[in-house]
């Protein structure tokens, strides 16, 4: 067994950490199924999850620094550690809140490293709580810190820059740059999310009130617009053509085809749905009359949109093809596909009006 230099107090704690360390194992999983399971709750993604019990040899070597503070192992809060690690900054907070609904916390022992002011402390903005679950005689602690904080304490340690070895200024001062330059990139990429979401907020608020044409084209907007089911009316429609059933799927691909026939906003795709659902009805009749189709994909409303659209001004059999590739890649059945519906059209009405 290996030999410490310990006094007999020492010594008595660390028998008592011997005898318990079952009990600290069996913590330490209770204690992380817990956090997850209030994470996925609370629908809060994070980057890691780490714990660990403390090994007998760290803890010794705590016990040969500053033994004497403690009266007890119950005084040693760090037996059992465990670090969630998140994406943002702002969800360090967030984090926090969700295990303050877990377990209880002693605040008095509690450390919020992210209020330090020293130039080079951006690897340690860590916010380090003191938990207990109830009737419980051992604490634990709980840090939680962002992905580049993660990153750059173990590249700290890694380079031993923290090692207590004199290390030469020009590298101290490096150091402290990249540290200025991650902690800015952290704080970048919440702000970022932050305008993403209050953008998408408004988005869905102008699409809900109707304000289309307010609204430019981009994956947000478009997908917030499906959510409207605007293509549903005509699908209804056309199905009642052979009363088929309709199979839903996604129509998020049209999204670069509405680009593409240079639609700017919203309401540039609504009137297409009011000008055009006609002539893409006269289509799918047409369609539907040469089979006894009783299933249909919930891309025909858009698609034949589009059809009626591009034929009405002018850019005929290549225009087809080039939104058939756009859709499903490139093909040579889209040539022949492109120029069938074109050859069909030119005797509908729609395309005499």
């Not at 704690?13 to 204690?31: A, V």
């Not at 040899?57 to 620094?65: I, N, Q």
Request: charged share 25%.
């Amino acid at each position: 067994m290996t030999e410490y230099k310990l006094d007999a107090h020492c010594v008595a704690i660390l028998e008592e950490y011997r005898t318990q360390l079952p009990l600290f194992q069996q913590q330490e999983k209770l204690i992380v199924e817990r956090i997850r399971q209030v994470l996925d709750e609370v629908g809060l993604l994070v980057a890691g999850l780490e714990s660990r019990v403390k090994a007998e040899e760290s803890l010794a070597g705590k016990l040969e620094l500053k033994g004497g503070k403690y009266k007890s192992l119950a005084d040693i809060t760090d037996i059992v550690g465990v670090r969630v690690i998140t994406f943002y900054i702002d969800d360090v907070d967030k984090v926090a809140s969700a295990i303050e609904r877990l377990f209880g916390v002693d605040w008095d022992n509690s450390v919020d490293k992210r209020k330090s002011a020293d130039i080079d402390s951006f690897g340690y903005l860590s916010l380090h709580l003191i938990c207990q679950m109830p009737d419980a005689p051992y604490r634990f602690e709980i840090q939680m810190r962002t992905v580049l904080q993660h990153a750059w304490a173990n590249m700290n340690h890694d380079t031993g820059y923290k090692s207590g070895v004199e290390i030469p200024k020009r590298y101290v001062r490096n150091m402290s740059r990249l540290a200025g330059m991650l902690e800015l990139v952290d704080e970048q990429f919440s702000q970022i999310r932050t305008e993403l979401t209050d953008y998408r907020r408004r988005v869905r608020a102008l699409v809900a009130s109707g304000n289309l044409d307010e609204v430019p084209i981009d994956t947000d907007t478009f997908r917030s617009f499906l959510e409207m089911e605007p293509f549903a009316q005509l699908n209804r429609r056309i199905a009642a053509i052979n009363q088929a059933e309709i199979q839903e799927v996604s129509l998020m691909g049209f999204l670069k085809v509405f680009e593409d026939l240079g639609f700017k906003t919203l309401g540039d795709i609504s009137r297409l749905i009011t000008d055009y659902g006609e002539s893409a009805y006269q289509i799918a009749c047409y369609q539907m009359g040469l089979t006894d189709l009783d299933i249909i994909s919930s891309t025909i409303g858009p698609q034949n949109l589009c059809f009626a659209y591009i034929l009405k001004n002018g850019g005929g059999k290549p225009g087809i093809k080039r939104m058939l590739d756009t859709l499903g890649g490139e093909s040579e059945s889209n040539a022949a596909m492109a120029a069938f519906v074109a050859d069909q059209a030119n005797g509908m009405p729609f395309m005499n009006q």
